[in-house]
């Protein structure tokens, strides 16, 4: 069996974010590298999207950019300006493509589709894989999205549509999300904050329901994808020689399931501490965010009618404080001017219970 320096287990976007960082700032030259990722080829699967409050690697893979976006509820519609910090959509094909080109350079660096075919025993490893005790309790951002081209112009697209609540809830949070990357060309998802139910997977049938509803008549889908985020951390076991990263290093933020910058941050928070990486401390959002996120997921559960009116508060006045908030980029004063526009006795309540 091969031997390597360092071993990442998971070659999505954790594992080929970190890959990069490391290879960019050459600190490869004298240490090898081994990714362990079982699938055959590199083909977009994925769509990340997050209002950009720090630089990142992939401009270059940003499929649009935007300066506003909306919340729709029942009884309110509201368009957001956002230009301080535009909200991008990278596309993992070009993520992919522009990664693996560059790692396929070095010489140093190699792929395997399976960790039985290398010795880990002297290895710092880097996995990206989430260990998940799932109960019945959890909850999940789970979503089905398509890109369709319409035959006429029927998109604004200035604006993502955030979040339109005007949908069958089903006792749970579900919203649609449009991302318009042109007047023709838009992803449509559905998205549930939910349990896992299957009852909530008719997923096709919700879409073609909300593009009806929509006024599209002709169109054509180009590209389909499907997704789970858990809106719980995994498990975590302190190991001499490994550190997790990605959804299993706790970067996937549980209020939104924002990841893609927080890996980013963590790759360069290894790439920077990487000679004494069995002494670094360990990196995490910070405590005052967990701790929200788990009071703000409490709320969800218990009342799930009323998310609606509260995603629209969130972003209702200062929204710069809001996106900050959002993206783990906030100082104390913005905490507080999202805390006190939420139901205060609600909240309340989930902190004591």
């Given at each position: 069996?091969?031997?390597?320096?360092?071993?990442?287990?998971?070659?999505?976007?954790?594992?080929?974010?970190?890959?990069?960082?490391?290879?960019?700032?050459?600190?490869?030259?004298?240490?090898?590298?081994?990714?362990?990722?079982?699938?055959?080829?590199?083909?977009?699967?994925?769509?990340?999207?997050?209002?950009?409050?720090?630089?990142?690697?992939?401009?270059?893979?940003?499929?649009?950019?935007?300066?506003?976006?909306?919340?729709?509820?029942?009884?309110?519609?509201?368009?957001?300006?956002?230009?301080?910090?535009?909200?991008?959509?990278?596309?993992?094909?070009?993520?992919?493509?522009?990664?693996?080109?560059?790692?396929?350079?070095?010489?140093?660096?190699?792929?395997?589709?399976?960790?039985?075919?290398?010795?880990?025993?002297n290895a710092f490893i880097f996995n990206s894989v989430p260990s998940?005790?799932?109960?019945?309790?959890?909850?999940?951002?789970?979503?089905?999205?398509?890109?369709?081209?319409?035959?006429?112009?029927?998109?604004?697209?200035?604006?993502?549509?955030?979040?339109?609540?005007?949908?069958?809830?089903?006792?749970?949070?579900?919203?649609?999300?449009?991302?318009?990357?042109?007047?023709?060309?838009?992803?449509?998802?559905?998205?549930?904050?939910?349990?896992?139910?299957?009852?909530?997977?008719?997923?096709?049938?919700?879409?073609?329901?909300?593009?009806?509803?929509?006024?599209?008549?002709?169109?054509?889908?180009?590209?389909?994808?499907?997704?789970?985020?858990?809106?719980?951390?995994?498990?975590?076991?302190?190991?001499?020689?490994?550190?997790?990263?990605?959804?299993?290093?706790?970067?996937?933020?549980?209020?939104?399931?924002?990841?893609?910058?927080?890996?980013?941050?963590?790759?360069?928070?290894?790439?920077?501490?990487?000679?004494?990486?069995?002494?670094?401390?360990?990196?995490?959002?910070?405590?005052?965010?967990?701790?929200?996120?788990?009071?703000?997921?409490?709320?969800?559960?218990?009342?799930?009618?009323?998310?609606?009116?509260?995603?629209?508060?969130?972003?209702?006045?200062?929204?710069?404080?809001?996106?900050?908030?959002?993206?783990?980029?906030?100082?104390?004063?913005?905490?507080?001017?999202?805390?006190?526009?939420?139901?205060?006795?609600?909240?309340?309540?989930?902190?004591?219970?």
């Open positions: 069996m091969k031997e390597f320096d360092y071993i990442i287990i998971g070659g999505g976007c954790a594992g080929l974010s970190l890959a990069y960082e490391l290879d960019l700032h050459q600190k490869l030259i004298s240490k090898t590298l081994a990714i362990v990722e079982p699938r055959k080829e590199y083909l977009r699967d994925k769509t990340w999207s997050f209002w950009k409050v720090s630089p990142h690697n992939f401009e270059d893979c940003v499929k649009k950019n935007w300066k506003e976006f909306s919340i729709k509820n029942s009884s309110n519609s509201r368009i957001i300006k956002c230009d301080n910090f535009p909200y991008q959509s990278i596309d993992s094909g070009l993520f992919y493509k522009k990664i693996i080109n560059k790692l396929n350079k070095n010489k140093n660096i190699s792929f395997f589709k399976n960790i039985n075919d290398l010795n880990i025993n998940l005790k799932n109960t019945s309790s959890n909850l999940w951002q789970h979503f089905y999205g398509v890109e369709i081209e319409t035959d006429q112009d029927f998109f604004n697209d200035r604006t993502v549509d955030l979040m339109d609540f005007n949908c069958d809830q089903r006792n749970n949070v579900h919203f649609f999300y449009v991302l318009p990357f042109d007047k023709n060309k838009a992803m449509i998802e559905t998205t549930w904050l939910s349990k896992e139910d299957l009852s909530l997977k008719d997923y096709e049938a919700q879409i073609k329901n909300y593009i009806n509803h929509l006024g599209i008549k002709n169109y054509k889908i180009t590209y389909k994808e499907e997704g789970a985020i858990p809106l719980f951390y995994p498990i975590y076991k302190k190991e001499k020689n490994k550190i997790n990263i990605g959804t299993a290093g706790g970067m996937t933020r549980l209020s939104t399931g924002y990841t893609f910058l927080n890996i980013q941050e963590h790759s360069k928070f290894i790439r920077k501490n990487l000679d004494n990486i069995k002494r670094a401390n360990k990196y995490e959002l910070k405590n005052k965010y967990k701790f929200l996120d788990k009071v703000f997921l409490k709320v969800l559960k218990k009342n799930p009618d009323k998310m609606p009116n509260i995603f629209d508060k969130i972003f209702s006045g200062y929204t710069d404080s809001a996106i900050k908030f959002l993206s783990n980029k906030s100082n104390i004063i913005e905490d507080m001017t999202i805390i006190l526009k939420m139901p205060k006795w609600l909240f309340i309540k989930s902190i004591f219970n």
